[in-house]
């Protein structure tokens, strides 16, 4: 190579390294909790330099002022079901449905065209006046001759019409299966309700959906994201079939958030993807995370306790396997380079979540990052272990406000020292992912941020909090939703703050979160949205 060449291209060099596509300026902007910026220049969909005062004076191709709207991070949901989500919105809408009687109307009114299956979600029969499970029975009255299939808020349940039992051949001597059970009558009649394991019993019937509606779904759910300044999601339990469609989205570049897959199923899925998948796709699109449930949701008495129930003695929940074999399962996860989320919402689940990660990490707490999905219910000794072992805790504040009159009514006062314990959990050292569980709960992270803060529903109930020792500080609810979460996702070097390097992935907001009173929070709106610099939302 000719000498002048190569002093050439060693000159251009570092000049290309500091030449920005678009400058952002006039921002009340956040690089994290603390360090303020009101510039920001972005090239290759990367932070390359933030500043306060003046803007560097450069060539760039684009220039946005702000004009003093607040930037910050793009929020990360690290546990929510993008599937789910968008399914959700083409079917029977059940959330908040406040009687029988409602919910029935709104299957007769929303139920798709056709001849197949009328599938729902949402009913929470805490909410109703009797507080009962719903039959079969009633489901016939307003939809008898098409199968209806209803699942529960927690999607540990389903609600299923007479020709729906027909079709899956339930009758009154049908078992329960391992890890589930049939709601019967005291006459050992089946009622039409399947708890865990038992939902299989129907929706093994149901055809799984094709690639076209898996597409549509994650196009839905994403662009609902994006409108709530969500950039990343912890999608949390993707088969084999979502995924294909998720590294299809991301190579036509159609991924507009950023997604952290955990696969289900230790068992087929795992053996089927072989290794982890790594910032595929311009980094939108990352597995490397197993999701294995080891029990149920406390709605449906499906979490398994190391007690009994205080509103059912006898019953101390369900778990999906023994310890043999969870053990098993995360050491085989841990052995393929996985990360592994454990799904556990009883002390006795989240207990033997806990024994499995110490086998299999013997003793080396930094390197894996394990997981502990919801750790809603932990027994207080238990609290320390997860900081001990390095495990993370993804919470979701929202499930706090929402289940309390619930989960009191399920666990108890003594229990709940351990419930919902976000500030024990920070106390102790244990890195918190916040997010939603999406679409259990509504999505939007500032109702996250809202909840995890006040403890407080968004009618202020119960006035000061509840449980309110347990609240987070707002710089520790937005590093949950931010910094926390990318770590919990091995991600932290390239998400959650806008330092030089990491991707431009942020947000505005119609407001100053670090500014406003706590109980405007939840009201907060994003005007925009931008994924490695390019705006993917704007409020119309
Ligand atoms: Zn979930």
Redesign the pocket.
Known sequence: MPVVLLIAILWFLPMAGLASDLLIHHANGYVDTQQRFTWMTISDGRVIEVGSGDAPTAEYSAVIDMQGRTVMPGLTDA???MLGLGQARARVDLVGSGSLEDALARVAKQASPGKGWVLGRGWNQVLWPEKKFPRATDLDKVMAGRPVWLRRID?HAGWANTRALEIAGIDDTTPDPAGGRIVRDPDGKATGVFVDNAMALIEQNIARPGEDEIRYALEVAQKELSSLGITSVHD??VDTATLAVYKDMADKGELTLRIYAMVSDAGENLDALGKPLIAYGDDRLTARTVKIYIDGALGSRGAALLSDYCDEPGNKGLVFSNQDQLDAMVMKALGMGFQVGI?AIGDLGNRMALDAFAKAQQGDSARYRNRI??AQIVALEDIPRFAGLGVIAAMQPVHATSDKNMAADRVGEKRLAGGYAWRKFLDNGTVIAAGS?FP?ENANPFHGIYAAVTRMDQNGEPPGGWYPGERMTLTEAVRAFTIDAAYAAFQENDLGELQPGKWADFIVLDRDLFAVDESELWQIQVEETWLAGVRVFVRQ
């Open positions: 546990h929510g079901h999607g949390a339990g799904h999905e919801h569980d259990v």
